[in-house]
């Protein structure tokens, strides 16, 4: 990413709320035969002492990614939007895009059948605690075991992470406001990130 230093997200918490609330991630490979991309739910390791998540590949990506064989990138995006500059005031009309974005370096672990049942197990009761009638894995264990042969686990311990959080910073405070108001109705989830980031000014 463009290296502009007051966007820089460098405190390892935020990028695990990052984590926590955009959990589906984009996974990049250099492979021997090129660039791989797949996409996967990912959650927050809160047992690491470290900033890892856990995930799963169906295979066979993850002989396409040879998983576990050398570093990966893993894109957690958070909201992010088109900023008119109609909302600047008069005689601005360049545009931008404000978003909340990690990059995550690593090489995973390749977890064994019983701990990837284990996440597997608790990526379905994280997702499942927002239904009704939410379903765990353990309600067929027999048929979810068998499905669960189909997937490859991981952990990933990330070793660097390259974060921003582009915000309008760069705007004064009455502009960064209208900003917000805009997008208050057009993306509520990116309008509250842009309040964390400018705090009491607007």
């Known amino acids: 990413m463009r290296h ?19 959990p589906w991630a984009t996974f990049v490979s250099a492979t021997s035969a090129g660039l791989v991309a797949s996409h996967y739910p990912v959650l ?21 990614h040879e998983l576990g064989e050398h ?22 009309v360049v545009p931008t895009w404000n978003h909340v974005t990690a990059h ?35 309600q067929d264990e027999e048929g979810t075991r068998r499905a669960a042969l189909g997937t490859v686990g991981l952990r990933l311990r990330v070793t660097r992470f390259d974060a921003r959080a582009k915000l309008s910073q760069n705007k004064p405070p009455e502009v960064a406001a209208r900003i917000i108001a805009e997008l208050d109705a057009r993306n509520p989830a990116l309008a509250a990130e842009m309040r964390r980031r400018h705090g009491q000014e607007v």
Do not use: C, K
């Open 4 to 22: 502009t230093p007051h966007y820089l997200m460098t405190d390892p918490a935020e990028v695990a709320r990052l984590i926590r609330g955009n």
């Open 44 to 64: 927050l390791d809160e047992q690491a002492g470290d900033l890892s998540v856990l995930s799963h590949f169906g295979r066979p990506d993850e002989r396409l």
């Open 71 to 92: 570093e990966v990138l893993v894109i957690v995006q958070g909201p992010h939007d088109y900023v008119s500059p109609s909302w600047y005031p008069e005689g601005q």
């Open 104 to 138: 995550l370096y690593g090489t995973p672990e390749i977890l064994t059948p019983e701990e990837n049942y284990a996440v597997l197990s608790g990526l379905t009761e994280h997702f499942e605690r927002g239904f009704e009638h939410g379903r765990s894995l353990d």
